[in-house]
């Protein structure tokens, strides 16, 4: 029977030699698909095998794959489109012509206009959210119509998205918007945007230097601009726009290399959209809705959870935060397969700490990245991000049950304590005895006595 491969075969082949611990139950969690379709893919993908064995169970079909050569090539000369595929590719058509010929569209993918018409209604329902009005003639076809400033947006977030899957879309897609960007801009523009971002520190994050590339193809016209632009400001007005997101020693430079890069033909009027995505890479961009005080230490109870390390500096922590809870909010309904992290090597453990504390972290933030979670976990274990934790023990006579979590997490994040229990008075000298204690709280007049060289402290209760 002849497999139809598409953009999840790849990304699962990809996966499959990610994680060798529960890898079906890995992908099927990243992609948020059912495990036994996972299986059924991956069956597919084997089919694609050489010499390939029969009746072998799936760790054995997983291994056959992982070690087939040029396997990945195949598989993507094969590549059909989906039905997300399919509304993708014609609201990136949209958004860049603002028209689209229906006939056409069906003939160079080989569907009938029937599956089209359907697939603009998810079009169009895609970008209601941006205030973009798709509208259907028999005379002219299927335009695109809106404000300005929304079809930027829109087209900023699906170039973006665009970028970020790349290399698992199909080839039709590829090569007309390849095509496109290198009649279109100049061959330095990646170059260019390479340089500005190691140069002046916007390099925090994965995916920056694509969100960056999007927005220049976008708000950067190829040919002389007409209106006033970036190049045109004297470095005092310079200075005032950027002294936020650019650090002082840097500003003079910066100013130099706007001026004599094609970066620099960004127009005046779209200058507050540049300068808040640039925070936004930099993750300095804060959420109104977001209490950053309770979501770092909301934040520095899971890397605990997850990793057994107790964060005691900020600076990466509120940055990773800030993007996270922006990046939530405003992907909602474009989903973003962010796959940059398979280029990263890492030991097993590392991979296995990483899978953990994204899967929990992605509860609370649904479009996390992974590689950013890599760069989080790395950034946790610098030793002078690290408390030294004590192990304590809470004496108590009164205080009901229900309060030792809470209590538990207070001491933690305030104290640096990790509390393996809470026991009664007559309990501590056999715990003593059988356990590495630092030290023994209280938040009760108890008269504690401790000869085990372990100190004893007395906290106010309730501790707020």
């Known amino acids: 029977m002849k497999v139809n491969i598409n953009t999840n075969h790849l990304r699962i082949y990809k996966l499959l030699s990610f994680s060798s611990y529960k890898t079906i139950d890995f992908i099927s969690e990243f992609l948020k698909m059912d495990r036994q379709n996972v299986i059924l893919y ?16 799936t760790q054995s079909i997983i291994n056959e794959i992982i070690n087939e050569i ?21 609201i990136l058509i949209l958004l860049r012509d603002k028209y689209i010929n229906l006939n056409t569209l069906a003939i160079e993918l080989d ?21 973009l009005k798709i509208n259907s003639s028999n005379a002219k076809g299927i335009s695109l119509s809106g404000n300005i400033k929304n079809l930027k947006i829109a087209s900023l977030s699906y170039l973006y998205k665009f970028f970020i899957e790349f290399d698992y879309l199909p080839n039709i897609i590829i090569k007309d918007f390849e095509s496109f960007f290198c009649q279109t801009f100049k061959t330095s523009l990646d170059n260019d945007i390479e340089l500005f971002i190691n140069n002046f520190n916007f390099d925090f994050f994965c995916q920056n230097k694509s969100l960056l590339k999007a927005f220049f193809i976008v708000y950067v016209n190829p040919e002389k601009p007409s209106e006033p632009t970036l190049k045109e400001l004297n470095f005092e007005k310079f200075q005032e726009y950027f002294k936020e997101v650019i650090t002082l020693t840097h500003l003079k430079v910066c100013f130099d290399f706007f001026q004599n890069s094609f970066l620099g033909n960004i127009l005046l009027k779209d200058i507050d959209t540049f300068l808040e995505t640039l925070k936004f890479c930099n993750g300095d961009l804060k959420s109104s809705d977001i209490i950053l005080t309770k979501e770092m230490n909301r934040m520095k109870s899971l890397i605990f959870k997850n990793l057994s390390v107790l964060i005691k500096t900020d600076s990466f922590l509120e940055k990773f935060i800030n993007k996270v809870t922006l990046a939530n909010c405003r992907s909602n309904l474009l989903s973003i397969c962010e796959m940059e992290f398979l280029d990263f090597n890492l030991s097993e453990k590392d991979r296995s700490e990483c899978i953990k504390l994204f899967f929990t972290l992605r509860k609370l933030y649904p479009n996390v990245q992974f590689s950013n979670i890599i760069f989080l976990y790395i950034w946790s274990y610098n030793e002078k991000n690290i408390y030294n934790i004590k192990n304590a023990l809470v004496v108590f006579k009164s205080i009901p049950q229900f309060l030792f979590p809470i209590l538990k997490n207070r001491l933690l994040l305030k104290e640096n304590m990790n509390v393996l229990d809470f026991i009664k008075p007559y309990e501590l000298d056999d715990y003593l005895a059988n356990k590495d204690i630092n030290c023994i709280i209280t938040f009760e007049n108890l008269n504690l006595e401790n000869d085990k060289n372990s100190i004893i402290k007395t906290f106010n209760f309730p501790m707020l």
């Open 42 to 57: 991956i069956k597919q993908i084997y089919s694609f095998v050489e010499s390939k064995q029969k009746k072998i169970n």
């Open 70 to 90: 040029n396997l990945i090539d195949r598989l993507k000369e094969c590549q059909k489109f989906t039905k997300k595929n399919r509304v993708f590719y014609i």
């Open 111 to 131: 569907v009938s206009r029937r599956v089209l018409s359907n697939d603009l209604i998810h079009a169009k329902n895609m970008l209601k959210m941006y205030d």
